[in-house]
């Protein structure tokens, strides 16, 4: 089991950043594939990035070059590192776990979710 708790989302102008935080609870942190979605308004929920126990990372084509995902654990925190906002960026920003070794990257992997925060970037 694990809780996740976002944190670091606002409102941007286009070309800025912001870093976004997920806080999880439990002493098994280090053992979870961590991810980050999306879903803006009126689509799907979206991949961003995903970080694996073991530290790789992948991203979302889109964002490769201007967002960074990164771990803590010793924190039990993922980040998301996010450079150069596009108005296209603007979403709700949901952090999600998983043990499941999947490269599907869909929400259906991922077992436990946070609550979301909004990143809203202006042009």
């Known amino acids: 089991q694990v809780q996740l708790v976002e944190s670091g989302g606002g409102l941007v102008q286009a070309g800025g950043s912001l870093r976004l935080s997920c806080a999880a609870s439990?002493?098994?942190?280090?053992?979870?594939?961590m991810g980050w979605f999306r879903q803006a308004p009126g689509k799907e929920r979206e991949f961003v990035a995903n970080?694996?126990?073991?530290?790789?990372?992948y991203y979302l084509d889109s964002v490769k070059g201007r967002f960074t995902i990164s771990r803590d654990n010793a924190k039990n925190t993922v980040y998301l590192q996010m450079n150069s906002l596009k108005p296209e960026d603007t979403a709700v920003y949901y952090c999600?776990?998983?043990?499941?070794?999947?490269?599907?990257?869909?929400?259906?992997?991922?077992?436990?979710w946070g609550q979301g925060t909004q990143v809203t970037v202006s042009s």
């Open positions: 439990g002493r098994t942190f280090a053992s979870f594939h």
């Open positions: 999600a776990a998983t043990r499941y070794y999947s490269r599907n990257y869909v929400p259906a992997d991922y077992g436990y």
């Open positions: 970080v694996w126990a073991g530290g790789d990372t």
